[in-house]
Each structure stands twice: as C-alpha cells, then as structure tokens.
C-alpha cells in the first residue's frame, strides 16, 4: 500500500501564496507521474497540473503561468507552488500518484486532499 500526505493548504488572500506538497510512503517500487487536482464547490474535479517521471509538465489554462509544479524524486514528494491566487482557486486541491507495481502494473493513488481558500 501506498500513503499520500498532503500538507500546506489553508486561507490566503487574493494575490497571496501558497505551496503544497504531497509525500509518498510505503511499499513504492517507482512513481511515475505525479500531479494535483482540484474540487471546487458546486463543481467537478479537474486537473491543475501534473508532471511526469522525466519533468514534463502540464497545467490545466486557467493556473498557466501562476503555478508551477515540481517533484523530488529522492522524497518521493510533489509540490505546487502556487502564486497570485484568485477567490476562484478556492477548492480542495488532491494529490495523485502513479506507483508502478512489478512487472508492469500501474497504479494510482489518491490523498485526502487539503483545503485551499482564496479570500478576495
């Protein structure tokens, strides 16, 4: 099993920062992509960006340019740094990980997610 830890959520203001991170622990072969999701009220989740084992990244339109994603792969941990924060990135930001399983099964995990408010 793998665990996911979330950490570095909480209220900002409008213009604010905020970098959160996501730690993997357990039985973890390789990791290849690691990416944040997000949940906002009344909304479905959608992807605000992810980064694949060799760093190529990915960012959902509406966070290009104001957050940037990055992985430490000897910690097994995923960052988003997220900078000039809008009241509409108000959600629950979830991390997600890709653990590859011997021989050649991947699978996907999920954190508990961590509140995010941006008050304008």
């Known amino acids: 099993q793998v665990q996911l830890v979330e950490s570095g959520g909480g209220l900002v203001q409008a213009g604010g920062s905020l970098r959160l991170s996501c730690a993997a622990s357990g039985s973890i072969f390789s990791i290849d992509a690691m990416g944040w999701y997000r949940r906002a009220p009344g909304k479905q989740r959608e992807l605000v960006a992810v980064i694949a084992s060799g760093g190529r990244t990915n960012y959902a339109d509406s966070v290009k340019g104001r957050f940037t994603i990055s992985r430490d792969n000897a910690k097994d941990t995923v960052y988003l740094q997220m900078n000039s924060l809008e009241p509409e990135d108000t959600a629950v930001y979830y991390c997600?990980?890709?653990?590859?399983?011997?021989?050649?099964?991947?699978?996907?995990?999920w954190g508990l997610g961590t509140q995010v408010t941006v008050a304008s």
């Open positions: 997600n990980v890709d653990v590859w399983v011997p021989p050649t099964t991947l699978r996907q995990y």
